[in-house]
Every structure is written in C-alpha cells, then in structure tokens.
T-cell receptor
Framework: AQTVTQSQPEMSVQEAETVTLSCTYD???????LFWYKQPPSRQMILVIR??????QNATENRFSVNFQKAAKSFSLKISDSQLGDAAMYFC?????????????FGTGTRLTIIP | SQTIHQWPATLVQPVGSPLSLECTVE??????LYWYRQAAGRGLQLLFY??????ISSEVPQNLSASRPQDRQFILSSKKLLLSDSGFYLC?????????????FGNGTRLTVT
C-alpha cells in the first residue's frame, strides 16, 4: 500500500522569507502524481501544485515550487517570499490510477505559521 | 466548471442517532466521487469512493456506509452514530483541467457527536 509521510508537524517562517516543507512517499509504481494541498482555517482544501512522476522538470506555480526526487521518493514544497495568507495546514498527497480506480492518499500534514 | 456541494456545514448529533450527509456535483457527468474524514489535527482518511451509480468501495471498516443513488449524488450514512464518528467530512470529485486531473473538494461538514 502507498504511504505518504510528512515528518514536520509544524513549521514557522518569517514573513517574506523562504520555507521548505518535506514529504516522502512509498510506492512500487512508476507512473503516478503528487500534489500539495493547502487547508486554511476555513478548512477548504485548495490545490497548490501538482507533479507528474514521468516529468523530470520540477513544477512551479508563482511563489510555490517543488523539489521532486523520484529515486529518493521525496517531494518537498518550497514557498518563497512567504505571506501572511500562506498560513495553513499543508498536505502532501499521492495519486495512483489503476484500471479506472483513482485514489488520493494524504500525509498527516504540516501546520505552517507565518511570523509577521 | 465542476462544483462540489455539501450540506449541512455543521451538525451536532447525539450518540446512537442516524446520520445522512449529502454531496452533489455540478458541471460534470459520471464523476469519480470520494468521502474523506479528517479527525481533529490529523490528516485525511479515505472512507469511500465511487466510480458510478450503485458502485461503492469501502476503504476502512467502520460504522459508516455510503450510497450513490444518482450520477451526481453521493451520500454518507450511519444508522447509529458513535462518539468516534466526530470529525470533519469532505466530499471530493475528480476535476480535469487541460488534460490534468486533480481532486476537487467541497467545503466540508463538521460533525460533532455528543
């Protein structure tokens, strides 16, 4: 079974600084997707960024970028120029598609605090 | 574009009472749908998923059940709630944008069993 591990329950960063959130996963598959979701205090789940495993190039979305290391099964999220609105729970997730069945497995999350 | 509707937003129920949470989807047909639960301060646990009407897969043994009576309707139920059923319940569906697929969530239901 696939597992996703986020080893940092809490992180904090000074406003305008850069922070990296860690994620590792376990799978025997070669074709899959990885995601980072953000959950602010409203508890709405918001997609931040996604990465296809077959792509070597790391995904970027404005201030958000990932460091995808397929051999190491590592998928970290870097937030540059941190803003107060970035404060939230961040969840790493693994998606595998098998014969039409698609399931997203989540890590336990990292709570990010932004220090003004 | 796809929209996931969940209700109610908040629910307080006594132990032993029944439960029915409803999720409906707009903007797509034959979606894969999912129920997740998030316990306080924890990650998301997949409870059920459905690939079509009447097709339900259960991920973990529990006090809950799910049904899909219509293409765009997914219902989470219980005959008798337990204290451990308290949590935040999220319905989700697959969204495809420009060939890229991702999971899109409703706003969730906060369930407190007293």
């Amino acid at each position: 079974a696939q597992t996703v591990t986020q080893s940092q329950p809490e992180m904090s960063v000074q406003e305008a600084e850069t922070v990296t959130l860690s994620c590792t996963y376990d799978t025997s598959e070669s074709d899959y997707y990885l995601f980072w979701y953000k959950q602010p205090p409203s508890r709405q789940m918001i997609l931040v960024i996604r990465q296809e495993a077959y792509k070597q190039q790391n995904a970027t979305e404005n201030r958000f970028s990932v460091n995808f290391q397929k051999a190491a099964k590592s998928f970290s999220l870097k937030i540059s120029d941190s803003q107060l609105g970035d404060a939230a729970m961040y969840f790493c997730a693994y998606w595998f598609r098998n014969f039409g069945n698609e399931k997203l497995t989540f890590g336990t999350g990292t709570r990010l605090t932004i220090i003004p | 574009s796809q929209t996931i509707h969940q209700w109610p937003a908040t629910l307080v129920q006594p132990v032993g009472s029944p439960l029915s949470l409803e999720c409906t989807v707009e903007g797509t047909s034959n979606p894969n749908l999912y129920w997740y639960r998030q316990a306080a301060g924890r990650g998301l646990q997949l409870l059920f998923y459905s690939v079509g009407i009447g097709q339900i897969s259960s991920e973990v043994p529990q006090n809950l059940s799910a049904s899909r009576p219509q293409d765009r309707q997914f219902i989470l139920s219980s005959k008798k709630l337990l204290l451990s059923d308290s949590g935040f319940y999220l319905c989700a569906g697959i969204k495809q944008t420009g060939g890229l697929r991702s999971l899109h969530f409703g706003n969730g239901t906060r369930l407190t069993v007293t």
